[in-house]
């Protein structure tokens, strides 16, 4: 089914929306949940949620990308789980690496009042992956937004792990001297 008739389910608040979704892309969620929670209870309860949180938000909002959009949603709530089961102290796991490797650019600030420097700042981080070569910005996304592990990104792009983390280290680099560039650091 298309992702426009799913929407226009959800639209006509049809409840068979929530099962074409999760026929469509609930291994797409499960995956990201599963790169960031590596449980699979949780990342269950973070689909599940996902379908509801899609339910409550179309309408008003039409997804333009429903993929992203659903991808978006299990994302942060797969964060907010590992941040409510664990701290950062304890370490494990690789959203606690993939935070530390992005500490060095970009420093985490949950504070509700920079919410509009966030964006900004956001608006600036996708700048910076759009001038990226293809397959560098796809490494950085799979390693950043959705929190896969160097070793499976290395097999899917058919290169060594060491290539990987060099293309994230210096992509990081580029992107700490462009943020630097555009006055966020």
Known sequence: MEDKQIIELYN???????????EKYGKYCFGIASNIL??????????SDTW?????????????YLKVFLGKIT???????YRAK??????????????DELAEVVADSCDV????????????INTYLKRLPERECNIF?????????????AKLYE???????????RTRKKLHTFLKEEDFI
């Open 12 to 22: 006509k608040r049809e409840e068979t929306a929530i099962e074409k979704t999760a």
């Open 38 to 47: 590596h449980s699979y209870e949780d990342s269950e309860e973070c689909v």
């Open 52 to 64: 509801l949180r899609a339910w409550n938000a179309i309408p008003p909002t039409v997804p333009k």
């Open 75 to 81: 994302r942060n709530l797969s964060f907010d789980k």
């Open 86 to 99: 664990t701290t950062l102290s304890r370490g494990g796991g690789q959203f606690a690496v993939v935070l």
């Open 113 to 124: 009042e920079k919410q509009f420097e966030q964006k900004e700042l956001m608006g600036a």
């Open 141 to 153: 996304v799979r390693r950043y937004f959705y929190a896969d592990d160097t070793s499976k990104i």
């Open 159 to 169: 290169i060594k792990e060491s290539n990987v983390l060099m293309i994230l280290s």
